[in-house]
Antibody, heavy 124, light 112 residues
């Protein structure tokens, strides 16, 4: 199982960018797939997840600006980022989230494997 | 949101000695129906993505050396490296997956 994230770039504030995460050895539509970012020298911040049923969830910091989606035929999932701000500068990691249950409710659990990450720099 | 607070922020340990990292959750991450704590630990080496070490607070991921172990007491979680090796130099993070948003501790840097 391997994930490869790509698409990072230098982008101006207010711009848009789409990140991709190509999967091999696992099917994105059969798994919970997530994005986590890490600002330079900082810790890990979860930002979005797509469930097998298509449900999506976002961190408050990106809600309304970022959209996660997947292409089952290509086995790739995406992060569309709009209205980018300087504080969105980070390495963006994709990962699979293991399905777990809280009571009767399925949700994403721990993350692994992870892709190598792709750097997004938002600067004028 | 559940806030995860790790201590210490950094730790210097001699080779072969024990390293202990603590993580406290602001709310319980224990589910009575599954009788499990929804807590994982990750290791991140410089220039690499994180790697899961422990899930369910104390279950070791396949391939992870048995010198790594996790334990819990209420809302206090501990990652222990029983005998520190040179390759264990990294930043370690705890994470809760009990509720949305998924949240991480701020990280603990382990050095020799």
């Amino acid at each position: 199982e391997q994930l490869v994230a790509y698409g990072g770039d230098l982008i101006q504030p207010g711009g848009s960018l789409t990140l991709s995460c190509a999967a091999s050895g696992l099917l994105v539509y059969e798994n919970y797939m997530t994005w986590v970012r890490q600002a330079p020298g900082q810790g890990l911040e979860w930002i979005s997840i797509v469930y097998t049923n298509g449900d999506t969830y976002y961190a408050d910091s990106v809600k309304g600006r970022f959209t996660v989606s997947r292409d089952n035929s290509k086995n790739i999932f995406y992060l569309q980022m709009n209205s980018l701000r300087t504080d969105d500068t980070a390495v963006y990691f994709c990962a699979r989230s293991q399905e777990v249950y809280v009571g009767l409710d399925a949700r994403g659990g721990w993350f692994g494997p992870w892709g190598q990450g792709t750097l997004v720099t938002v600067s004028s | 949101d559940i806030v995860m607070t790790q201590s210490p922020d950094s730790l210097t340990v001699s080779l072969g000695e024990r390293a202990t990292i603590n993580c406290k959750s602001s709310h319980s991450v224990f589910d009575t129906s599954s009788n499990k704590n929804y807590l994982s630990w990750y290791q991140q080496k410089p220039g690499q993505p994180p790697k899961v070490l422990i899930y369910w607070a104390s279950s070791r991921e396949s391939g992870v050396p048995d010198r790594f172990s996790g334990s819990v007491s209420g809302t206090d979680f501990t990652l222990t490296i029983s005998s520190l090796q040179a390759e264990d130099v990294a930043v370690y993070y705890c994470q809760q997956y009990y509720s949305t948003p998924w949240t991480f501790g701020q990280g603990t840097k382990v050095e020799i």
